[in-house]
């Protein structure tokens, strides 16, 4: 999606972007949304728009810990990286809370979907496209240094 189509979206009576136009899982849509908009506010606006992107970062936090799920996850987890990537960290309030909420959903996947006991993942989501796109997301952000490498082998 370009800028210009993004500023057009609606807004949720939350105050989210509405991307029922954009499919029908609303995390997925988010990814194709959120990177660009930030992409846009700190190269081309000069971060104006980043109390908007933070206000929709927290809605779509306490979404996601509404419906979790690890197809869900794996897309918040894919658009949240898009978004940290974008964002300049000189701002550093914002981009620390958009890796805590990382952090913190990375947490919960594991905390449902790994066990320690038998050293991996449920059947169930291993081998999915949400796997490669969570294994995925989780392997650029060990090698951002948002994550350590050592600790979260197991998601890669």
């Known amino acids: ?73 794996a897309a918040y987890l894919a658009m949240l990286y898009g978004t940290i990537e974008n964002m300049s960290p000189e701002i550093y309030e914002n981009y620390r809370e958009l890796v805590d909420m990382f952090r913190a959903a990375v947490k919960r996947v594991l905390a449902e979907y790994y066990s320690e006991e038998a050293e991996c993942f449920a059947s169930d989501v291993s081998g999915t496209a949400a796997w490669d796109v969570f294994s995925g997301t989780v392997r650029k952000a060990c090698a951002a240094y948002l994550l350590l490498e050592e600790k979260y082998q197991m998601c890669f």
């Open 1 to 73: 999606m370009t800028v210009e189509q993004i500023k057009t979206l609606p807004r949720t009576e939350e105050g989210i972007f509405d991307l029922s136009s954009i499919g029908d899982n609303a995390y997925r849509a988010a990814l194709e949304v959120y990177p660009v908009y930030t992409a846009y506010e700190t190269r081309e606006n000069g971060k104006k728009g980043y109390p908007d992107i933070m206000s929709q970062m927290r809605l779509w936090n306490k979404k996601i810990n509404a419906d979790f799920s690890f197809e869900n996850a």
